[in-house]
């Protein structure tokens, strides 16, 4: 109970001693916090300018290194230009500027000019006389045209023209160049396209809408115009023997020769493409003492060339028949 009552009459000390030393921790925080953020801004501000210094050494190296090869460029540049500055002088003062070559070369270029200008010259009077040539031939086939087209303007022995007049002494020029052409010929007509026959006039003609009456129906073998002509245009109607190919037996045989190519059984010899030095052993049915065996190796329809009859041979086409020539047909030549 007593140490209770001492500790009662201390709590205010206790009290006010946490109290302090709060204040205190508080106060040292501050500071230490101060204290932290100044190094950790020195050491980022080291680091920083560390890293920015590395940056512009690395861009001074690559600026001093590009601007060394551009010099380099430049002065290989200037050195050619320099060199050949000197021979291009070297080369005027030699060959271009040289008074007696100049001389020569304008002496030979006036010689080069007037035999230029006698071949421009000729070709000039040359294409002239083409031109001429080629306008009189023009002229002439327009007046003979022109001849060819009043050749009805030819005088005759009973009548005379308007030029070949009785009161000159002699006809003028155009009487003699209607003399030397031929009339012009009259343009032949086109016929219209009609879808009948073209040499039956009356089938383009356009249909009465009234007919006169007949008296009786005409008698005789007489069709209408539509039969007769789907008759004459129907199309061509081969017959076996045309529409067959000439080859057709031949290829029968081959084909069929290859089918049974495919499935009959082979007796070929094999051979491994990795093992080509182990011998072929032969099937047992191929060693036998009573011969070989047909089947199975040997197809049926086997040719035997030296047993064909080659004293007549057998016709590969038959003769055609006649009435097959007139199948489908309505009607024939002299027939109904």
Known sequence: MAAMVRLTRQIE???EDSYNRKNEAEAQREKEYIAAVTVQAWF?????????KHLNDCAVSIQRR????????????LVKNSVQKMWRGYY??????????????????????????????????QQ????????????????????????????????PSIYNSPFLPFPLEHEYTLRSVKPLAHPKKRLAKSEFDPACASYNEKLPTHLPPLPQKPQGPFREPEVVQKQ?????????????????????REEMKAEEWVTRLNDAVFQPFTRRTVPYEPLLHTTSGYGHLPYGTKFFRFEEQEKHITEKPFKMLVPPIPIFDKLNDTYSQGQV
């Open 128 to 159: 002239a006389v083409i031109r001429k040539r080629v306008q009189q031939q023009r002229e002439k086939s327009r007046h003979e045209y022109e001849a060819r087209r009043s050749h009805h303007l030819l005088s005759t022995h009973v009548i």
């Open 44 to 52: 980022q501000g080291s680091r920083t300018r560390a890293y920015i």
């Open 232 to 252: 004459r245009y129907k199309p061509f109607q081969p017959s076996l023997r045309v529409s067959t190919d000439f080859y057709s037996l031949e290829k029968a």
């Open 92 to 125: 005027v003062r030699k060959y271009v500027f040289n008074y007696y070559s100049r001389k020569r070369y304008l002496e030979a270029l006036q010689v080069k000019n007037e035999i230029i200008r006698s071949e421009l010259e000729e070709f000039a009077e």
């Open 13 to 15: 000390d206790v009290i």
């Open 66 to 77: 590009w601007r060394g090869f551009l010099g380099r460029k430049f002065y290989r540049v």
